[in-house]
């Protein structure tokens, strides 16, 4: 709970009272402004049209009443499976029950199967499948959402689908734009605790085929104290971090990143990534990974293989190099779901970017609502008098959804990452839209953590 208050003087008291409770064990959140969604039916709309016009009732009536995007669909003798895609809703879960609402409403009573398809980027991850009768005879009981939980069959989606109508082929390219400000921080310089700059951001991304998006930011500084980080470069490794002030002092328009990504699936179980172009402000090259990713099972493995070369620190599109730098660098990874607690550990194991090998262990509490808090620490062959100050790298992060606090749904987030100390030992490329971080919040470990939304 946080409380403030403020006075205005001048005679007369004039009170201003801010209460927010957040509390990131909930699944509720102060969606007020969200519209109520339709009732499950038990008997749907006459029939009074083919399946193809049907067809397009369902996706309308999905995008402009609960802001739902339908990707394809596909009818059999028995069954519905409709392709969809989340972007509004913090949980899957909750989109996926008001698809199914929208689903008994017009869909005739002659199919009794519904299957909902989760996608990202257009490729499909995840289904869950029901039995629309037995939904109809115990929608409206007190326990319908754990009743409904255990007659649903929830599983990997398939590679590929026959013979799926496409909604629209306009929606398999799109683009998403932003203005934003934008800000950022350093801290623990001894020198002073605290850096920060503040800015503008333009930026986005665009979908230019089913797993192929082109993504990018530019930053443009306003206020900032960068520019008098003075604290550089220590320890005895290759410095691939710890001339990071030369970054920071920066005060020009900079693109932060700029990277063309390809994902796919190999197989029901088996995702792959490759991607081009500048992943961060400090590094740009070629990434290539595969994860390996079964709902039967709490473990995932995955493998990641990068050449990188440093940027200039104008941060524009010239690169510089690094005496002894590893430009050739990779991990192994192994995801492993707990299910105590929502926590969730990793465990890398390879070369940074320094040339150093070892480990780097990850542990997250991933709240069901969309918060995470975390911590990491690496170890590796460099002795701690090589990597200098702080002897390993290790931090902690959170991401707290912005919907905690606003009258309605949204998938922003605020997101940091914090080290004490960082040296040059340890080091990997930062990039964003690693495999399991697009696939698992679809994963059936989560989709039923968050059960209790289905018929929100």
Do not use: C
């Not at 090259?285 to 940027?311: D, M, Q, W």
């Not at 465990?347 to 970017?353: A, E, N, S, V």
């Not at 390993?392 to 080290?419: C, H, Q, Y």
């Not at 679809?442 to 209790?452: L, N, V």
């Amino acid at each position: 709970n946080f409380n403030a208050s403020s006075y205005l003087m001048q005679g007369n008291k004039v009170g201003l009272n801010l209460n927010l409770s957040l509390n990131p064990n909930s699944t509720y959140v102060g969606d007020y402004f969200v519209p109520a969604p339709q009732p499950f039916y038990s008997i749907p709309y006459p029939e009074k049209n083919n399946m193809e016009t049907l067809w397009k009732n369902i996706i309308s009536t999905l995008k402009d009443e609960d802001k739902i995007e339908t990707i394809g669909f596909k009818t059999t003798s028995n069954e519905a499976i409709i392709f969809i895609e989340n972007n509004y809703y913090v949980s899957d879960t909750q989109a996926i029950g008001r698809t199914l609402r929208i689903m008994s409403r017009f869909i005739p009573m002659t199919i009794s199967k519904f299957t909902v398809v989760i996608n990202k980027l257009n490729i499909p991850i995840s289904q869950i499948t029901i039995d629309r009768n037995k939904i109809a005879e115990i929608v409206d009981a007190p326990n319908a959402e754990l009743i409904t939980k255990k007659i649903a069959l929830i599983e990997n989606s398939s590679k590929t689908y026959e013979d799926v109508n496409i909604s629209n082929q306009k929606r398999l390219k799109r683009g998403e734009f932003y203005i934003s400000p934008f800000y950022q921080i350093h801290l623990f310089d001894p020198d002073r605790p605290l850096y920060y700059q503040l800015g503008a951001s333009i930026g986005g991304s665009y979908l230019l085929k089913p797993g192929l998006t082109l993504s990018g930011s530019i930053k443009e500084p306003m206020i900032s104290t960068f520019n008098d980080i003075k604290r550089g470069e220590k320890g005895k490794l290759p410095k691939v971090r710890t001339k990071l002030k030369n970054y920071l002092n920066v005060q020009d328009t900079r693109i932060n990143d700029l990277t063309l990504s390809s994902y796919y699936k190999l197989n029901k179980n088996l995702y792959g990534r490759f991607s081009v172009g500048y992943f961060e402000s400090m590094y740009a090259g070629i990434s290539s990974e595969l994860l390996l990713f079964r709902e039967t099972i709490p473990f995932s493995l995955g493998a990641e293989i990068n050449y990188v070369k440093p940027r200039e620190f104008r941060q524009l599109f010239g690169l510089r190099e690094i005496d002894n730098m590893a430009n050739l660098n990779g991990h192994i990874t192994t995801y492993w779901d707990t299910n105590f607690y929502d926590y969730q550990a990793k465990l890398d194991y390879g070369k940074y970017l320094a040339g150093d090998k070892g480990s780097t262990f990850t542990l997250t509490r991933s709240f069901r609502n969309g918060w995470d808090f975390g911590g990491f620490f690496t170890l590796t062959d460099a002795k701690f008098s090589e990597f200098g100050e702080g002897s390993f790298d290790k931090g902690f992060f959170f991401k707290i959804p912005l919907n905690a606090v606003v009258p309605f749904e949204t998938k922003t987030s605020f997101v940091e990452k914090i080290r004490p100390i960082q040296g040059d030992g340890g080091a990997k490329v930062e990039m964003a839209g690693r495999i399991y971080e697009l696939v698992a919040p679809k994963r059936k470990s989560f989709i039923s953590q968050s059960w209790s939304k289905l018929w929100r």
